[in-house]
Structures are given as C-alpha cells and as structure tokens.
C-alpha cells in the first residue's frame, strides 16, 4: 500500500495572481480568502491576485500570502477528492507552519496570524543586517561546507543533490560564490532576497516569535509533521515551539527531510501551493518517487484525475 505525504511550499514562490483562479471557480475558495482577510484586517488576497509585486514580495505579506494559497489548495483537494488519505506532511520553511496546521498543530487563523508576525520580525531582521544568499549549483555538500567556513557563511538550505543555498553577510557570500566557482561549482547565483534567511543574522527574529507561538494553542497532530531542523516528526508543543524557533536561523534539511519520508515507504508526494520548486527537487532526490502538485484549478484537476 503505497503512502501519501503532503509538501508545503516556502517563501520565494510568489507569484502575483496566485490563487486566483481558484477564488474565481470556487465558492469555498473565496471564502477561504475572505477569512483570512477578516483574520488579519487588511486585504492579503488581493495583494495575492494582483500585486503589485513590491507589495507581494514584502516578507510580511510573501509569508501568509504563500500560506493561504496553499492552504485554500489543500483545502479545496480535500473537497474534490473526499477520499483523500495522507499519512504525513512536510514543508519547506515558513511552509511547515502550513503543514503543521494542515495535521491539525493549529487553527488556519493562528497559523496565518503566526506567519504573519513571522515574516514581519524576520524582515525586521533584515532591515538591520546587511544579509544576502546564494545558490550554489552542481557542488556537493562537504565542499560547500568548506567554501562556508573559509568565507564566514552558512549552509541555510539543503534542497537537493547539487543544489545548497548558503547564507551570511552580503559581501561574505560574494566571496563565497568565486570560492565555490573555485571548487567546481557550476553556478554561484547571489538570490533576490531581503536578507540572511536560515542564518545568525536572523537571530532577533526568534525571542518574538517564540512569544507569538506562547500565544497560540497547540494541539497534537493528526499525522506525523517533518521538522526542517532535524528531520524529524514534532513531537509535543514545547517541543513544536522549540523547533520553529530554532528553524529561523537553522539550516533547512529538506533533502535529508524527504529522504527520511522515502525511506518510511512513502511514494506518492503532493505539493501545495504556488509553483513546483518541490517537485523539482524531488526530481533530483528520487525519479520513482509520484509527484502531484495543486498550484491553480488545471492542476488541481490533474491531481484529482490520478486516481489519489
């Protein structure tokens, strides 16, 4: 019997129009996008539809945006396919606090608010520090350990084979993209982004959100949730705190995060939300591995259609 995990996208897919088609053909879909409006007092959904795109990209805003959508996506999946089963979920940064709300960690409207609040001390942080990051492309891991130490950066996401984002002070991943071109890498690419995510440089970001959560009301999940930070299922609240603390200046393990899931005999992945960034990575960890994703209407009809 084949098991089900669902995946959770993170920050960077963005994209302005996301949502809406999906808000536009379905009734219950708006009213997703009509709560989380109410929720957070200000009109997300339509940043989300329309832009304009300096708007989208704010951390604070990229943040919940990337979380409704994603959550409206496996909200409306449930819908068309009533028989959906899963037996875990997973997301890549600020996506596992959707996963988490997905296995029932928390109620959408803490999870929104939390995110929220998330990316406003996360970009808080950024204002602060001069931070940047890269993507390293065709360089294994050790080596890029390597080019880290020697230029003063750290690892922030291990995504895939041959592809590690790093991230520090801007002009030590300057040096780090011509060390890493010296070791062979095939690209060095410096990522549009406001600052040092997964990083120290994040740190003042974590006694705040770390508040924030005191806030909410945890609750067990529903199905094993898989930590960023170690690769693990969460465990008890404290613990579930503790972790998405400590995720805002750790390095990301999703690679070691999925391969975990494979080796639990989990064979079918469905990734929700905007874009297909986890898809590609699962390309390059395992090509046997079924990959779905619900992104807008066409591909949530797609991933009906293949018999879940």
């Given at each position: 019997m084949s098991k089900t995990a669902l995946l959770?996208?993170?920050?960077?897919?963005q994209v302005i129009g996301m949502g809406k088609d999906l808000a536009e053909k379905f009734p219950p879909a708006k009213d997703w996008f009509d709560r989380a409006n109410a929720a957070l007092g200000y009109d997300l959904a339509g940043i989300c539809?329309?832009?304009?795109?300096?708007?989208?990209?704010?951390?604070e805003n990229a943040q919940p945006g990337i979380f409704l959508v994603s959550w409206v996506c496996f909200q409306l999946l449930k819908e068309q396919n009533p028989n959906l089963?899963?037996?875990?979920?997973?997301?890549?940064?600020?996506?596992?606090?959707?996963?988490?709300?997905?296995?029932?960690?928390?109620?959408?409207?803490?999870?929104l608010r939390v995110v929220r609040q998330r990316g406003k001390f996360m970009q808080e942080a950024c204002d602060v520090t001069k931070g940047g990051m890269a993507a390293i492309i065709g360089l294994d891991e050790a080596p890029t350990r390597e080019v880290c130490a020697e230029a003063g950066v750290v690892l922030a996401n291990l995504n895939c084979p041959g592809q590690i984002v790093i991230s520090g002070a801007a002009e030590k991943i300057a040096k780090a993209c011509e060390l890493a071109k010296a070791k062979g890498?095939?690209?060095?690419?410096?990522l549009p982004v406001a600052g040092a995510y997964h990083s120290p440089l994040m740190a003042s970001a974590?006694?705040?959100?770390?508040?924030?959560?005191?806030?909410?009301?945890?609750?067990?999940?529903t199905v094993p949730v898989i930590s960023n930070v170690n690769a693990l299922p969460h465990g008890i609240a404290d613990q579930t705190i503790a972790l998405l603390v400590e995720q805002v200046t750790s390095s990301v393990l999703w690679e070691k995060s999925m391969r975990?899931?494979?080796?639990?005999?989990?064979?079918?992945f469905i990734e929700l939300g905007p874009g297909a960034a986890l898809s590609g990575f699962m390309k390059r960890i395992d090509k046997t591995a079924q990959m779905l994703n619900v992104a807008d209407a066409a591909s949530l009809e797609t991933t009906v259609k293949a018999q879940l």
């Open positions: 959770f996208a993170g920050q960077g897919a539809f329309n832009g304009p795109e300096a708007d989208l990209t704010k951390t089963k899963f037996e875990a979920t997973a997301g890549l940064s600020l996506g596992e606090f959707t996963a988490l709300t997905a296995a029932g960690a928390m109620s959408f409207e803490d999870g890498a095939k690209r060095a690419l410096p974590q006694p705040k959100l770390g508040a924030e959560l005191a806030k909410v009301k945890l609750n067990a999940t975990v899931l494979l080796a639990q005999g989990f064979t079918r």
